[in-house]
């Protein structure tokens, strides 16, 4: 049996290694050809109120293939703070982005605001015809993704939305499977995207403020985990937009967050499919996974580099290891190079249509739940 699982597990590795297709290999000649490799992507970040800048600072400062040419942040006090705990330079350090970008010609922004201060650093950006990848979601409502999205065309750049989950070998396994037949047509997906809590886990004070501010933040648990489902949904059913969406949102813990939901299930009606977003402010553990189940096979992601698996012809459920991400798709700073230096196509998980319709699902998913009904979405263009 461990001989049949070994040889199983290996020919399915083969499948998932083609995934990324004739594109992506056509990205990686283009970029071993025309860029090279000392020639970093000078970046500007702005804001420092996301809690995911500690992260990027901690795994990217040092990169050779990138250099933080400016920081645009106001609050001089938390500029202080990061300058200390990362070794920072203070002539880094400028209180408005447009003066940062006029003074450091940078290749793109790096945006680490609160979600409502997107479509204005859009603007900026696009008014200096510089590319920006800014942290999930795109917007706080679908005028504001379309602002960004009309600014983003104004100005000839690139707009991409960086999500934890992209990188998540599983995803791409799940994709894969899906699309190359292997469990069938999409009929269900379950997408569990949660934690205890901001609060809960200790997120900075800054990032907390905005977080729990329902005109900052979109909502709470709704736009902060249900952004993951909403774009992993569109992306797994091709750019599809659902026919329906219906919410109900609950304030489990009031006496923490007040002004914002904590608790959150939204239901994606598609014509043959349908998607539960399930995003938690309530959950003992951490968790970001989906499962895919088809007309033949289902297949569950296991954190970042497993899934379980089980066919038509198969008697049992097995757990095996994603294969790699193709480069350049493997991590943002890659993707955000190659898209930027070769001309490549951004993944769809990061690209500004998927990321549109992630803010139209999320804007009507609110309306939902606020009228305690269904939210039908006009037809396609």
């Not at 297709?21 to 990205?27: D, L, S, V, W």
């Not at 289902?298 to 097995?318: A, F, Q």
């Not at 898209?339 to 769809?348: L, N, Q, T, W």
Request: net charge negative; hydrophobic share 40%; charged share 25%.
């Amino acid at each position: 049996m461990r001989v049949v699982a070994a040889v199983v597990a290996s020919c399915l590795s083969l499948v998932l290694h083609g995934w990324a297709g004739n594109r992506r290999e056509q990205t990686r000649t283009a970029q071993s050809q025309t860029v090279p490799a000392a020639r970093p992507l000078r970046v500007v970040i702005a804001g420092l109120v996301h809690g995911h800048v500690e992260g990027f600072l901690e795994r990217n400062q040092h990169r050779p293939d990138l250099e933080i040419v400016g920081i645009a942040e106001p609050d001089r006090q938390l500029a202080a703070k990061y300058a200390g705990s990362f070794k920072l330079q203070q002539n880094l350090f400028y209180s408005d982005l447009d003066d940062a970008i006029r003074k450091t010609l940078p290749d793109a922004v790096l945006d680490y605001s609160d979600t409502y201060d997107h479509r204005r650093v859009a603007e900026v950006c696009a008014r200096h015809g510089v590319h920006l990848m800014m942290e999930k979601p795109l917007a706080v409502s679908l005028e504001d993704a379309h602002a960004i999205e009309k600014a983003a065309g104004g100005g000839k750049i690139h707009v991409l939305v960086n999500y934890e989950t992209t990188w998540y070998r599983s995803n791409h396994a799940a994709y894969s499977m899906l699309h190359d037949g292997s469990i069938g047509e999409a009929r269900k997906i379950v997408v569990h995207d949660g934690h205890p809590g901001p609060k809960e886990i200790g997120v900075a004070p800054e990032f907390l403020r905005w977080l729990t501010d329902p005109k900052l933040n979109g909502g709470g648990a709704l736009f902060d985990f249900g952004c993951y489902g909403a774009d992993l949904a569109t992306w797994l059913m091709d750019g599809q937009q659902p026919e329906a969406v219906t919410a109900v949102v609950q304030q489990i813990k009031p006496q923490v967050y007040p002004h914002v939901d904590d608790e959150a299930t939204v239901i994606l009606t598609y014509p043959r499919a349908q998607v539960i977003v399930q995003a938690s402010w309530n959950w003992p553990f951490d968790r970001k996974d989906l499962e895919v189940y088809g007309a033949t096979g289902y297949v569950l992601t296991v954190r970042h580099d497993d899934i379980r698996v089980r066919r038509g012809w198969e008697k049992g459920e097995e757990q095996i290891a994603a294969p790699p991400i193709a480069a350049p798709y493997d991590d943002p700073v890659s993707e955000l190079r190659a898209v930027i230096f070769d001309g490549a196509e951004p993944d769809r998980l990061t690209s500004l249509e998927t990321n549109v319709i992630v803010t139209q699902i999320l804007e009507a998913a609110r309306l939902s739940a606020a009228g305690g009904t269904t939210v039908r979405l006009p037809a396609q263009k």
